[in-house]
């Protein structure tokens, strides 16, 4: 016999014993249906929505002198906050370490080249601190929540 059938015999025969041995999950949830914030989250029939991520990275222009680092990082948070209360950035963060992926924007528009035009209002793209990788995204539409969530966690402004 083949040894390529034998094998693949071999691992069926794996899958149908650990199948057969284990209990089988089964995962029930309660839809609780609300339609008024489906309709003001944009929701489509399973609670989902399209977004934009945009992933930043670390662009060809880095050496600036401390205080212009800290001045374009100022004016990059102050567009980020512009862009969540027109209610187009629904989250937005930095990445931890010092990796050439630098952080995320998940934008709510309906097009990559309307995060485009979002994304060349941000300064540090300007300047040629960071550059971004767009790519379209399906998600839950209740991230449209977090920015108002977010504003009564906070004990703290990103700008002090």
Known sequence: MNPRLIFLFALLACFVTQAQSEPEITISQEVVYDAEKAKKYGADDYGMKKYVFAFLKRGPNRDLSKEKAAELQAAHLQNIGKMAQEG?????????????LRGIYIFDVDSIEEAQRLTETDPAIQAGSLVMELKEWYGSAALKEVNEIGLTLAKKSVMD
């Open 88 to 100: 187009k950035l629904v989250l937005a963060g930095p990445f931890f370490g010092n990796d050439d």
